[in-house]
């Protein structure tokens, strides 16, 4: 019974990760990961001798009941569809006593004429709303997917070439009646890993100070920690926004349809300006902020020539020549914007 | 390369948009952390709002944004995460089983280095723990990209209402 009940785990393991991955993507490697190569291949093959008697095929066939979808995976003659992830968990933890219910061929059987997507969409009903919105998109993502008939096998291919390969199993699907040809196959598994290298190559150029490093480790350090900075300096920045704000304030009047040189550039001056006006009263800006505008007037010819962080404060000229007074205000603030980051930049 | 200027002003636009929701709603002056979550979170849906629903952490994000509801504690947000935090438990209970049996090689070292890796950079993406291996890359750039958008706009907007409070120091 122990024994039964590990390798129902161990099969929940693997539908978990055999339902993980996006549907576009065919690398499962993380489930078959967990298992040895000869019981994932083993287990993925159970159906061909299915009523062997033995405890595994019906305890499979009990925790897979509720997802036919699943046991199409065993079949290998219907593409995965994914329900939820805790949708599953929550039913297979239910599922703690594993009695032999009969062989594995007529679930079997009643997997081929379900329609996979409307009987995993009902079973999933008592996750909540978000878990299952994440599976409803996946879905309509799968669908289009599915529009391709293909095979679904799983390929446990020890693969140990390299240092720091990621990738030791390789989920493939092939195509129906294409070879199980190991030849094939391996060459897919390259091209894969040849596009999994050249992304690993752009995130490394984008992170900076990646260029240097040798080894994937010590990459994906890099890049784990530059995330981890960038998501910090969200939080720090939003924190400052509320700190400087003392409640957030917008005056709906301010915000214009557009009339300037650009849709979008007009538009920006007067979103910018309710949020910052927390308090101080719409006459008491205009005083303030002539300066501004000669010392941005003075500026402006430089200014015009550079691109990259004035990205979207280019079009000045037009902004500076509105005269209604939120506008004034507004052009004011991207003046100041325009001001520091021209300091910023120690000219 | 996506034109940078129309995403940072698309999510200038769909933040300041979710942030008069909270102006408008609640008359209250907020507290300070609850203003800072606030505009977190509005900066955080709007930028995934702009990727279009393209990438797989956009859609995590505003998943989890709505099913913790208007709430800025986020609590179910919370309950989902542990879930999935099981999840992991389960599946971490592995390879320690298997490592036991294997000889220790030099590739084999280095996987369980790289796996190690990737499954924090999962749990550092949003929606990313179910995520496969080809697909997270591709979701890191875009995300590391849009954080940066994202970081830019709210540095901005932050020099800009420090100057406003305060023009010439």
């Known amino acids: ?347 | 390369m996506r034109n940078q200027r129309s995403v940072k002003q698309e999510f200038l636009r769909k933040w300041i948009t979710g942030l008069r929701r909270y102006s408008c709603d609640e008359k209250k002056n907020m507290s300070f952390l609850e203003r800072k979550k606030a505009i977190k979170l509005s900066a955080d849906i709007a930028m995934a709002s702009t990727r279009d629903k393209t990438t797989r952490w956009s859609q995590a994000l505003i998943a989890n944004a709505s099913s913790s509801g208007d709430t800025l504690t986020g609590s179910s947000k919370n309950n989902s995460s542990r879930s999935r935090k099981k999840m992991l438990m389960m599946r971490r209970r592995r390879p320690k089983v298997k490592s036991a049996k294997k000889e220790m090689s030099a590739s084999c070292i280095a996987k369980r280095l790289v796996e190690k890796r990737t499954r924090k950079l999962k749990n550092l993406l949003p929606g990313g723990e179910s995520i496969d291996e080809g697909c997270l890359v591709e979701e890191t750039l875009d995300y590391i990209e849009s954080l940066r958008a994202q970081i830019e706009v709210m540095r901005y907007l932050v020099t800009a209402s420090q100057l406003i409070i305060n023009p010439y120091p």
């Open chain 1, 1 to 347: 019974m122990e024994h039964a009940a590990l390798d129902s785990i161990q099969f929940n393991e693997q539908i978990q990760g055999l339902m993980a991955p996006a549907p576009e993507s065919t690398n499962s490697f993380t489930a078959l990961l967990e298992l040895p190569p000869p019981q994932a291949v083993k287990l993925l093959h159970s159906p061909d001798k299915a009523p062997t008697g033995s405890e595994k095929p019906p305890c499979h066939a009990s925790i897979l009941k509720p997802y036919p979808s699943i046991m199409s995976i065993i079949d290998g003659t219907r593409k995965l569809t994914f329900p939820s992830n805790t949708a599953l968990i929550e039913r297979a933890a239910r599922f703690s006593v594993f009695a032999g219910e009969g062989p594995l061929a007529p679930p079997v059987a009643e997997v081929k004429n379900e329609p996979p997507e409307t009987d995993s969409n009902p079973s999933s009903t008592q996750c909540d709303p978000a878990v299952e919105n994440k599976g409803a998109k996946r879905k309509e993502r799968e669908k289009k997917v599915k529009a391709r008939s293909k095979k679904s096998k799983s390929v446990a291919a020890a693969e140990s070439s390299g240092d720091g390969e990621k990738l030791p199993y390789v989920h493939v699907r092939v195509r129906r009646g294409q070879a199980t040809d190991s030849h094939s196959l391996a060459e897919r598994v390259n091209a894969r890993r040849e596009k999994i290298n050249a992304r690993m190559k752009l995130l490394q150029e984008l992170v900076p100070g990646c260029n240097k490093i040798s080894g994937t480790a010590l990459v994906l350090d890099e890049i784990i920690n530059h995330v981890q900075s960038l998501q910090r300096q969200v939080e720090f920045l939003s924190m400052k926004l509320a700190a400087v704000n003392p409640r957030i304030h917008f005056n709906l009047d301010s915000i214009m349809p557009n009339e300037g040189a650009s849709l979008m550039d007009s538009s920006i001056p007067n979103m910018v300006s309710p949020l910052m006006w927390p308090e101080i009263p719409n006459n008491g800006n205009r005083e303030q902020y002539q300066q501004p505008w000669q010392f941005d007037a003075f500026q402006q010819p430089v200014w015009g020539r550079e691109e990259e962080n004035t990205n979207f404060m280019t079009p000045e000229n037009s902004m500076l020549s509105y005269d209604s007074s939120a506008n004034s205000g507004i052009a004011a603030v991207f003046a100041l914007m325009k001001i520091t980051n021209k300091s910023g930049r120690g000219c």
